[in-house]
């Protein structure tokens, strides 16, 4: 016997039952879909999955999708409950349940509880006459006729239909929030964080066209300095080393408090002589840090000897 060849079919039939199930899913897509869109959409919390065992396992892959697709969701053990887990869920969540009988002891343990809070259940199950189905406010059908496992016991196809149901959700979701690739950078937390984490001073600063302003040049000249700049802010270098930065706010506010005299006034006289500086190897998060403690949206990129290299705005650490 060719054990190659069988193994192939064999997988090529996993292949297409799976699929079929996910095709069988179309006709199950109905009013329950469109109303558990909806009613994630108008949450003002956050979207609590849950599920035990295989359903769990897919509930926190449909968390994360939701997540990273600007709904904030996490997953949820039911056990996990029971050992003081509560205090995450408030009235303003929506739980979504996950169980292919609908009938899973421990999910229906936790059912009360989240009743008792009055906080809405949307459950997927292949079985409509479940009791979860039953407890939920919307129930969305996932009914595989078989599964993959050529024994029809091992949870494949209706793991399968679930994941994917669940991504429809999450993509309906995208839709009705009218969501753009710019959104997807925003919630995305593996690429988000793992970009500001890496990414350094060095890689985002701007390093040409420098607006660049002796520390005695009066203030009328200076303003078109840092007009032309187009970073609201002029730096002031002594042998090449950082002494001072001036910023727009500091122009208006010395405007408004020496009004005529303002253009017999110079740079000095309003710089902040010690501005925060950054390492080109700062990295992204670091500098994102020292903007929100000292509240200033811009940092100076120097090396060690306090050389002027580039300038990092908030805008530049927006990745």
Not at 209 to 232: C, F, Q, R, Y
Request: proline share 4%; hydrophobic share 40%; glycine share 8%.
């Amino acid at each position: 016997m060719n054990h190659s060849h069988s193994t192939k079919e064999t997988a090529i039939r996993c292949l297409q039952d799976e699929a079929q199930a996910i095709l069988d899913l179309i006709p199950q897509i109905d009013g329950n879909f469109d109303r558990a869109v909806e009613m994630i959409y108008r949450c003002h919390g956050k979207v609590i999955v849950t599920g035990v065992g295989k359903s769990g396992n897919v509930g926190a892959k449909i968390a994360a999708t939701l997540s990273s697709t600007g709904t904030p969701a996490f997953f949820i053990n039911p056990l996990d409950v029971y050992h003081g887990d509560l205090g995450v869920m408030t009235r303003d969540d929506v739980v979504l349940a996950l169980s292919n009988s609908g009938q899973t002891d421990e999910l229906l343990r936790f059912i009360p509880i989240v009743l008792h809070m009055e906080v809405p259940i949307i459950s997927m199950s292949g079985n409509a006459e479940s009791l979860l189905a039953k407890y939920s406010t919307v129930h969305i059908q996932v009914n595989v006729k078989k599964e993959a496992c050529p024994l029809n016991l091992a949870p494949t196809s209706s793991t399968t239909a679930m994941l994917a149901m669940g991504d429809a959700l999450a993509v309906a979701l995208m839709q009705r929030r009218h969501f753009q690739p710019q959104d997807f950078a925003q919630y995305h937390p593996g690429g988000e964080l793992g970009k500001r984490l890496l990414t350094t001073a060095a890689d985002v600063m701007r390093s040409h066209d420098l607006p660049i302003i002796p520390k005695d040049m009066h203030l009328g000249e200076a303003i078109i300095h840092v007009s032309k700049g187009k970073l609201g802010l002029g730096v002031s270098l002594e042998d090449g080393k950082v002494i001072g930065l001036i910023t727009d706010g500091d122009i208006r506010r010395a405007m408004e408090r020496w009004q005529a005299q303002f253009f017999n006034k110079t740079v000095c006289d309003i710089m902040t002589p010690s501005p925060k500086t950054v390492l080109p190897t700062a990295k992204i998060s670091e500098i994102q840090r020292i903007m929100h403690r000292y509240m200033i949206h811009t940092v100076l990129v120097v090396d060690k000897e306090r050389h002027l290299l580039g300038v990092v705005d908030h805008y530049s650490c927006m990745i």
